[in-house]
């Protein structure tokens, strides 16, 4: 272990000389409602080589607010102090059992984004017992002279079955409030638009709110009962949700103030180079954000430098990952001393009533045909269960913790439904389940190549391929074909060939002539840009390119007999006539215009259409073969937005 020299001797100055004391230690808020006007935090932000701004905890100010409204807490402090020595000193290591402690978060919201979900209490939850009892993954993240200082804190944390009165509870409140922003402890008290405790020798109280500038703050022990606990702000709260701050999305900002909580102090002693009273924590400077290379040498600490992946420390979420022995001992001191009421808490034990549903599962991430369990942890002791699974086998169940494979990629939710004799209560949790899809590696288009000319028509039946490298070998990767006219957004897409299992589409010159014609083309070659897009039936791919392609219209079947400008509209009568098999139409145009001519028999009915698009202004041609038509009497008529007229013709046999 890395040695401090620490004393009873020297912590019991460092607790009279109150002014240096007061500078030893950081905090985050306010235990009393009497001081909501007075406190007025300023903007800390702590730069790092990162370049992004760390969260700060104000736990600091909390501290320094109590010392001045209760003369009495110092001296507590200094009495835990000294137990905490005692404590650790004659501790045996392995002789305690797992502590379970009851939790209730009361979230406090303004605007419903702030009245986080269910499933995202219960993430947080997740994280604490992981982190407390160094079960998290990513131990294996901390440097290796430190990982053999990893502590276990044997402290474990359960939602609330019970609430004070004795009812039935999640551990979970819900208040609206009038307040946009908290800024002290009033989020503590009903009367101020918060939430009043629940009993803190029966619950560790989180409270969740709209915090400013802060990540969260917490209450060492042995203050006001009244104010006991953690705040964070609900965009740091859990690792679910689509408002999670991007580096502090792991849950570990109440890892940190439980920290707090539990008697830690933040790993720098909160001056420089000072001392947390903790032995296999080295001297660091200050603190860290960010998440600096191994090693960070500060103070003369080299060679391992800073432990910056310590939870006291200040750094992202997905940078920590330790609490050291010396720490768990110090936080094992706490529960068995000034917390120690919560060993004999009756919170987490449930209580019959009208049921209050909620549940959990193992896994909320899974790969394709991977199982997950399922858990009820409803409050109220129910005694059926109802389960609908969106996307899974079985879709159903009437187990209280059933086990569901889901097969095909996408994000599903999970309903449940409670019972027993004294009522039901029911949730449906949406995208609560997200299969992932095949892995996707970036692919690129091939033909073909940029700026290609593609002649086409509306009678051309030849087809052009278009086609691409591919994304992924796996089965269930589907493409998309998509095209749009250059210099505009709107992008038009079709499956490729097979349901995507060939990276290729093949497309008929008609087809593509229809496109360019609904582009709104003027003159006869459209401009566009084609790409493709992959898709595992949850994500999306692009290809890395995209191409120019030009839509030549020369439409097959269509002549231009002169490209001198006529006087006027005109539609003349077709040649020959009577005519066996085909006949030759003739039309004028004075500009250009959008073209429809078509044939109809003796009763209205229109038989086949010869011409639908625009053309330039000139003398067309157009031949109609006739051979699957019966003799008789027909018509042939002509329209433009400014002009219409209809003729006779006559086929005969």
Known sequence: MLNKIKSIWSVAILFYISVTFILFFSGRGLPNPSLQTEYEPKPEIISSNNTTDSIKCKTNDVYNIMIKEDPNYERRLRELEIFTNNYIKNVKPGNKNVVKIPVVFHI????????????????????????????????????????????????????????????????????????????????????????????????????????????????????NPASDGVVIKYTVCGTIGTVLNPYYNKGRMATHEIGHWLNLWHIWGDTICGNDFVDDTPTQETANSGCPPFPHVTCNNGPNGDMFMNYMDYTFDACMNIYT??????????????????????????????????????????DPGQRVNFNDESGGIPTSWQWTFDGGIPSTSNQQSPSITYLNAGIYSVKLKVSNSYGADSVNYVNYVKVLGANMLPFSIVFPPSNALINTSMMDTARNIFTWTRSSSHPSISYKWKIRKYGTSTEVSYSSNNNGSDSLISLRNSFLDSLAMGFGGNGDTVTCVWRVSSHNGLDSLLSQNQNLVFLIRNPIGIESLSSQIPLGFRLFQNYPNPFNPETKISFALPKGSFVKLMIYDMIGRELESLVNEHLSAGTYQVQWQSGRFSAGVYFYRMVTNEFSDVKKMVLIK
């Open 108 to 223: 406090i919201y303004n605007i419903p984004v702030q009245n986080i979900s269910n499933p995202v209490v219960q993430s947080q939850i997740d994280v604490l017992n992981l982190d407390f009892r160094r079960l998290n993954a990513d131990t294996v993240n901390t440097p290796s002279p430190f990982k053999s200082l990893g502590g276990d804190p044997q402290a474990e944390f359960v939602l609330a079955k019970r609430d004070p009165l004795g009812n039935p509870s999640i551990g979970i409140t819900r208040t609206q409030t009038s307040v946009v922003t908290f800024y002290g402890d009033a989020v503590k008290y009903t009367a101020q638009g918060g939430h009043d405790i629940w009993d803190r020798d029966k619950y560790l109280n989180i409270w969740v709110c709209n915090l400013y500038f802060t990540g969260g703050y917490s209450q060492f022990p042995g203050g």
């Open 325 to 366: 022995i010396g720490q768990s001992y110090r936080m094992n001191a706490a529960l068995y001393g000034a917390r120690s009421n919560l060993l004999t808490s009756n919170g987490g034990i449930p209580i019959s009533g009208i049921p209050i549903a909620h549940f959990r599962s193992d896994k909320m991430i899974v």
